[in-house]
């Protein structure tokens, strides 16, 4: 074929590859609809340090610091650093997102949304709840997972009424790419919810619940993966004992062991979504 008649053949390509491009851009995304008593989260979330098992006294700013995760999830982090608080705003935040297409706004107040999370609704929880929301919006994130890398922020943008504390929240369409098959993990929410205030223990919930049958982990790869500050083994062994009891305690988990530095757990036996691992 001559170069004249291999031009058009390319513009004509470009052509069909643009629209497609276009219909894509419009194309309406949703979340999966979870139900009522479960959380979504992407296992990328949960099977790193992205929110860590720190007090809010101990956050530090980072810059595109590439964060302890489980073999094939890559995370690197911009921003103020997160914990599991932020990380049941966020679940809750897109708990009210699946009910509309992404990019669109979902509405709440932020009465409704602390009592959501169990939390008391005065001045001080309104203010933590909009640094919170504030933290997920000014961060970037960078996650590789199955193939695809998603970029951007936790939330994309808001509004908010000062007088009635009405919020309108957009998430970023994109975030529809950390929740492909296999890639998500429906949480138990009244469980999490039992765990409020015990962060290492939340976040052991979380990392556990992406696995049907948890392997057998080395505590200095554990420590990684909810982001620790503990750099002592003693020391994190002890913490680790008494949230792992406190999983048992409310039925996550059968047992558990801890054999030099091998941590091995049980898991109660229950029906779990396609979406785990």
Known sequence: ???????????????????????????PLQLPLWPEPKR????SFI????FAAIQSKDRVFLKEATLASQKGIAVKFTGEQLNQEDLSVWETLAHLARQHPLGCMCEFTAHGLLKSLGQHTGQTQHKQLHSTII????CAVEITHEGKTYFGQLVKSGLKDELTSHYRIELNRELIRLFGENQWTALDWQQRQRLRGKLLAQ?????????RQPFPIKLDTLRGY?????VQRAGFKVKLRIALDELVTIGFLTSYDITGDTVTVSRTLVALPKTNE
């Open 226 to 230: 909810v982001g620790s500050r503990n």
């Open 135 to 138: 933290r997920l919006t000014a």
């Open 203 to 211: 976040a052991l919930h979380a990392f556990y619940s992406s696995h």
């Open 47 to 50: 099977r790193s340090a992205l």
């Open 40 to 43: 979504g989260t992407p296992n």
């Open 1 to 27: 074929m001559s170069d004249n008649g291999a031009k058009p053949l390319m513009d004509t390509v470009e052509r069909i590859m643009e629209k497609a491009r276009q219909r894509e851009a419009t194309q």
